[in-house]
Each structure stands twice: as structure tokens, then as C-alpha cells.
């Protein structure tokens, strides 16, 4: 056996992962998955292939700009690249719409953020507590003002990253793809 013997096969693995998938594939979609610096190990584990496959891929990923490697740290840790991934979302928005239609996303996404800014008295949502509503008037209510506060919340952080998404999509398409003009 090779250092990038596929691992031995287990009928979970099997189940989980496609036919068809190759180990470059299993990486990958891990990978994206991952959140926190994990050690190449467990990646491994979760992609169903060796430990030396599991790093070979992930440096390859990390060459790209995908992952973020911690190679100093023992084992190898790795993270998704939020700012690739959303900068290729950007390209997304940027080939599929015009520069206009990119524009008007942008003013409606302002306007739903103005809108929770003023039913929150804030700019910032990470200011915001879920349980400072005035309204406690028992438990059911409290726990469903909190429920609703909390959609809220996350609603408009999403559209705070989708402005920054369409910000960044406007300034590719109008610069051909680049973000500084050529």
C-alpha cells in the first residue's frame, strides 16, 4: 500500500459519498464544510481516504486560495477560505446580471437593512439582544418574541453580506472581471 491508497472501504463511507467521486472530490467538499482549523487527519476521516491523500489534496486546495493551512501546527490544520468562496459567489452574480440589475439588487437589499436598522435603533445587528424586548408579558409570548427576534437578526446579517456579495459583484462586472480597474 502507497502513501495515497485510497482507505479501506466501509459501507458508511459508501453511503455518504456518491459513486463516482474521486478522493480530490471528497476533500473538496469537506473542506468547504470546515469552519475551524481541522487537522488533515480528520478530514481524512470525513472524506473516507488516507491521511497523506488528505494533506496532499488540501495543500493543492490551499495553493488555489481555498482552505487557509496552518502548517506549523502539528498535525497540519485546515480551514475553508470564506473570502474565495465569497468572492466566487461574486463572480456568480457578476456573470448572470447586469451591472443595472446588480445596482438595483443593492438598493433593495439598503432598503431592508434601513428597515431593520430603524426597528432596532442600531446599525450594527451583533449590538442587538435577543432578549431585550420590552414585551414580557409571559413565558409562551417572551419565548416567541425571542424566537422572532433571533430570525430578525439573522435575516439582516444575511442581507449584509449580500450587499457586500453585490457590492463586490458590481465592481467585477464593471471592471471586467477585476476588481481594480485594468
Known amino acids: 500500500m502507497t502513501g ?9 463511507a459508501t453511503q455518504r459519498w456518491q459513486t463516482g467521486t474521486d478522493t480530490f472530490g471528497r476533500v473538496y ?8 482549523p481541522t487537522a488533515y487527519t480528520e478530514v481524512a476521516t470525513l472524506a473516507d481516504c488516507s491521511p497523506n491523500a488528505a494533506k496532499k ?4 486546495l490551499a495553493e488555489m486560495g481555498i482552505v487557509r493551512a496552518d502548517s506549523d501546527s502539528r498535525p497540519a490544520q485546515y480551514e475553508r477560505n470564506d ?5 466566487q459567489d461574486a463572480s456568480r452574480i457578476a456573470d448572470e446580471l ?21 426597528q432596532f435603533g442600531t446599525t450594527d445587528p451583533t449590538t442587538v439582544s435577543v432578549f431585550d424586548d420590552d414585551d414580557h408579558d409571559h413565558d409562551d409570548h417572551d ?6 427576534r433571533m430570525t430578525a437578526i439573522s435575516e439582516w446579517q444575511g442581507i449584509i453580506r449580500e450587499i457586500r456579495l453585490y457590492e463586490l459583484a458590481r465592481q467585477l462586472a464593471e471592471n471586467d472581471g477585476h ?4
Open 4 to 12: 495515497f491508497d485510497p482507505a479501506p472501504e466501509s459501507d458508511a
Open 29 to 36: 467538499n469537506v473542506a468547504l464544510g470546515v469552519t475551524s
Open 57 to 60: 489534496h488540501l495543500e493543492r
Open 83 to 87: 473570502g474565495y468562496l465569497e468572492w
Open 98 to 118: 447586469t451591472t443595472d440589475e446588480i445596482i438595483d439588487r443593492v438598493a433593495t437589499l439598503e432598503a431592508e437593512r434601513a428597515a431593520y436598522e430603524d
Open 143 to 148: 419565548h416567541h418574541a425571542v424566537h422572532e
Open 179 to 182: 476588481l481594480l480597474p485594468a
